[in-house]
């Protein structure tokens, strides 16, 4: 669905990843508790050279063939594509150090230790047929699946991994194979991300995070009892991006992944994340964004204002704050190319901006959005010279905005669906990093609700929010805020329940006990608005400044 001719860096198809399998063995130390094999990579290898790693490689026809499934001993829940995995990862774990985690055949007894050292460990060894002759099974019912990593798309040898887990075998020293794999040292998480961090422990991305992960666990079984129990299997593609000058990378999770998947999708690292407000960041070539210079806790690093077009014509979504520099650099920036300024609502960082920009460009360029409702604050007062109607589509050059009405953080808030490029602009309505306030009167969490829905059914790829980075894929990131929002209403209830009746202030350290104090003032706002729709709902009720729950 992407228009390639408005992607900035043009399109290189990414390597095909190769299937591959790493295990991490874990023991209990008695005097640092849980520690995880690694060992340095050879400095001459084609992919991580001199890195500490797990042991692993890629997938070899043999652990994909019916006698590997014959070798190996699995548990009901796993699946076959999980043996086949688990099995070549404890394939490597043996021909790379000559770590052997093997049932004797048909009892619960460990292989002998002696097997680890008898057996070929060669590549061509076919450990699957010697297991057979041996009597002996891999014991892939001992392992966990933890995670799953695929290579950046930008490097020129890719892997789709499987992270497993596994205890060491009692008996068992590591023999490193000298040729992909040297000095093996057994490591606290904690420690060699702090070597790391010195920089005498090199790593890769998905160690780095793999070993952040196991931080939390204190015993080799919990991190086992972990993997047998969640519910989802952790899967990134990471994707690169720059802060100051320096190469960054980033998982689906975390808040710039969006903005890297929008601007390259096919994973180049050419784009810079770090905030400024001195010029635009072109994120698509007919999408630009120019933050404005009023960062603070509730604006995060500031308001975005977007533009849409090409040269020959443009539109001007959230001037912003009545910010004289701001209007100087959007003026300068699209020039005699403006045709419409749009506002997605009246709060003061966001539409005072308008008029000052009409009068620097010095032509009669139209307003457009939605009046302020009668319950707006004074200082969000606004008139458009048009009023928008929901649905009405907006056009310039070859791209298409059309209009989408969504009440809930104020009741005059519009969003923008760029059709051609499945973009949404959602003002205030979704922000990257923090949810919005909603403040009653003029805000309501009904409305907000409902509005969230009519977004997530928009056929959108990606969201770009009036605060913080580029949200995406747009769909999930919808879904979760929705999911978060009634999360908060039911805390909400509880909190109500269990303490009330009370008054906001008696009642928002226990329904937002997750936020520091310093921000009570503010979650009142969205409190009160949760109240509202719980007395809608008819779940509570209000006496005055007190409320108090209904029903069961």
């Known amino acids: 669905m992407i228009r390639r001719d408005k992607l900035l860096h043009g399109w290189r198809e990414p390597v095909v990843p190769r299937p591959a399998a790493t295990i991490l063995l ?86 002998d230790p002696s097997f680890a050292t008898t057996l070929d460990r060669g590549h061509d060894g076919d450990l699957y047929a010697q297991l057979e002759r041996e009597g002996l099974e891999l014991a892939v019912d001992r392992t ?33 194979d000298g040729a992909e ?3 093996p040292v057994w490591v606290h998480p904690a420690t060699g991300l702090k070597r790391h961090a010195e920089g005498n422990f090199s790593m890769i991305f998905p160690t780095i995070r793999t070993l952040r992960q196991l931080e939390r666990f204190e015993t080799a079984e919990s991190v086992l009892e972990a993997c047998r129990t969640q519910q989802k299997v952790f899967t990134s593609c990471p994707r690169g ?162 209009v989408v009405h969504t009440p809930g ?5 519009l969003c ?18 923090s949810t919005t306030v909603v403040d009653p009167p003029d805000g309501n969490m009904v409305a907000y609700l409902d509005s969230l829905h009519r977004l997530a059914a928009e056929p959108v790829d990606f969201i770009l929010p009036a605060h913080g980075h580029v949200l995406g894929p747009a769909e999930p990131a919808m879904r979760k805020l929705i999911a978060h929002r009634l999360t908060r209403e039911a805390k909400v209830a509880a909190a109500l329940a269990r303490s009330g009746p009370g008054t906001l202030d008696e009642l928002v350290p226990h329904a937002y006990d997750d936020v520091k104090p310093a921000l009570y003032p503010v979650a009142k706002r969205s409190l009160l608005a949760h109240l509202e729709k719980l007395v809608d709902d008819g779940r509570a009720g209000r006496d005055g400044d007190r409320w108090t729950a209904l029903g069961a």
Not at 54 to 71: E, I, M, Y
Not at 88 to 95: C, G, I, V, Y
Not at 269 to 279: C, F, G, K, N, T
Request: include cysteine; glycine fraction near 8%; charge should be negative.
């Open 416 to 433: 923008l669906v760029l059709e051609e490029d499945r973009l949404l602009f959602s003002g205030d309505h979704v922000l990257n990093g």
């Open 26 to 111: 874990l023991r209990d130390d008695p005097a640092e508790g849980l520690q995880v094999l690694m060992t340095r990579r050879s400095a001459t290898a084609s992919f991580a050279p001199g890195a500490y790693v797990f042991p692993g490689g890629a997938l070899d026809k043999a652990d994909a063939s019916p006698a590997a499934l014959t070798a190996a001993r699995a548990r009901p829940d796993q699946d076959e594509q999980h043996r086949h995995f688990a099995a070549a990862a404890l394939r490597e774990a043996f021909e790379e150090l000559g770590v052997l985690l093997a049932w004797r055949r048909g009892t619960n007894e460990p292989a």
């Open 409 to 413: 953080h104020a009741a005059n808030h």
């Open 144 to 176: 966990g699946w933890m995670s799953h990593w695929i290579t950046d798309r930008d490097l020129p040898k890719r892997f789709d991994v499987r992270f497993f887990v596994a205890p060491m075998p009692a008996g068992q020293t590591p023999d490193p």
């Open 241 to 402: 991006g720059r802060v100051a000058g320096k190469d960054t990378r980033y998982t689906e999770d975390e808040m710039a992944f969006g903005e890297l998947e929008m601007v390259a999708p096919d994973g180049q690292v050419v784009h810079d994340l770090d905030w400024q407000s001195e010029r635009p960041v072109r994120l698509r070539t007919n999408v630009r964004r120019l933050t404005a210079p009023n960062p603070s806790m509730m604006t995060g690093p500031g308001t975005n204002t977007y533009i849409v077009g090409d040269a020959g014509g443009c539109i001007v979504i959230d001037p912003g704050p009545a910010l004289p520099a701001h209007i100087a650099r959007i003026a300068a920036e699209v020039g005699e190319d403006l045709r419409l300024i749009v506002c997605t609502h009246s709060h003061p960082d966001h539409s005072p901006g308008a008029p000052m920009l009409r009068e620097a460009i010095g032509r009669d360029v139209p307003i457009l959005g939605l009046s302020s409702a009668p319950t707006a604050r004074a200082h969000s007062e606004f008139v458009p010279d048009r009023e928008l109607a929901d649905g009405e589509r907006l056009q310039v050059g070859d791209s298409t905005l059309r």
């Open 181 to 183: 794999q040297f000095e």
